[in-house]
């Protein structure tokens, strides 16, 4: 029989899990946050007492959210969150670092994907391949008031552009999917790991320090992958797939050698005594400032050529 200790654990875990789950339906606005955390009870709850007790906290957490919010949303619960979280735990109790953070993210993804194709049979609403003209006229019906006054030139430039925008967030939803995914790894583990190390002093999920991150050189052949795929697709209106492919590698390449860039730099900054305030504002500026994106974009291939801080170790005295 468990102890008290462990079921207040489990009761804990549940609770929390099923309070940050209810905080995403119950105020939408939030949910972006809170989404990134939703997994880290039943990861903590894994790694400290194995799978069985994860897996029964996800089917009594998926059990109460049917019971509050109906089916639909108890299964999304369990597949996206529950379970993800009870693999993310055993992930964490197999592998360490960078190893962990790359299963992690499979499996994420893996779990997302699952809920997706569920939601899909059994509402018809597919969020990988949603239809562009129901979001285009959802768009347009909320910015009815300002197409009013404008004129008709005004009226059709404002319509193209909503398109536009429309078909380049549609095309992107898969490197959408696994930058969340991502965050959402790297987020839950963070928490669950602190959480734990405040219990037994051990932290399980440790990378190495930002200013080492380097990524392997394999990257630019997914690169070069995209190229040929926007090449193949160039002239062609029904390489729609092709497109995608390209748009998508394209990103998640582009978006990795920002992150290598911004290491190296961060790495420079470190050496030459920089404060940590600069450093940090720096990271956070990038994704909001494109030509910084850009610059340290260019700076990451640069890198993976040329390892631009092995040569400067190379000419420290």
């Not at 005004?154 to 095309?171: F, P, Y």
């Not at 380097?214 to 193949?232: I, M, Q, W, Y």
């Not at 748009?247 to 900054?269: D, E, H, K, P, R």
Request: hydrophobic share 50%; with cysteine.
């Amino acid at each position: 029989m468990p102890s008290s200790a462990v079921t207040k654990e489990w009761f804990l875990c549940s609770a929390t899990s099923m309070a940050l789950f209810a905080v995403c339906i119950i105020m939408p606005a939030l949910s972006p946050v809170v989404l990134l955390i939703c997994p880290f009870p039943q990861i903590l709850l894994t790694y400290e007492r194995g799978v069985p007790a994860g897996m029964l906290s996800a089917i009594a957490v998926a059990c109460s959210i049917f019971l509050a919010f109906l089916a639909v949303p108890s299964v999304i619960y369990f597949i996206t969150f529950g379970l993800s979280g009870v693999l993310l735990g055993q992930i964490a109790r197999k592998s360490k670092g960078v190893d962990m953070l790359l299963g992690g993210i499979f499996c994420s993804l893996g779990c997302k994907l699952a809920a997706a194709y569920f939601l899909y049979k059994t509402t018809g609403l597919s969020l990988l391949a949603p239809d562009p003209s129901a979001i285009e006229q959802t768009l347009l019906s909320l910015v009815e008031s300002r197409l009013a006054p404008l004129s008709g030139t005004g009226a059709i430039e404002l319509r193209d552009n909503i398109a536009k925008n429309v078909r380049n967030v549609i095309m992107l939803i898969p490197f959408s999917l696994i930058t969340f995914s991502s965050l959402e790894v790297f987020f839950s583990y963070v928490l669950s790991s602190k959480i734990h190390r405040s219990r037994s002093g051990d932290a399980f999920f440790t990378l190495p320090p930002f200013a080492r991150w380097s990524f392997p050189r394999n990257v630019v052949v997914a690169l070069a992958v995209g190229l040929v795929c926007e090449f193949a697709a160039r002239g062609r209106p029904g390489a729609y797939f092709l497109a995608q492919v390209s748009a998508n590698l394209g990103m998640i390449t582009w978006t990795l050698f920002a992150i290598q860039g911004l290491s190296v730099a961060y790495y420079f900054m470190e050496m030459h005594g920089f404060p940590k305030i600069i450093r940090v504002a720096i990271i956070v500026l990038t994704p909001i400032v494109q030509l910084l994106g850009s610059i340290f974009s260019i700076v990451g291939i640069i890198d993976i050529g040329f390892d631009l801080r092995k040569r400067a170790r190379r000419r420290q005295p």
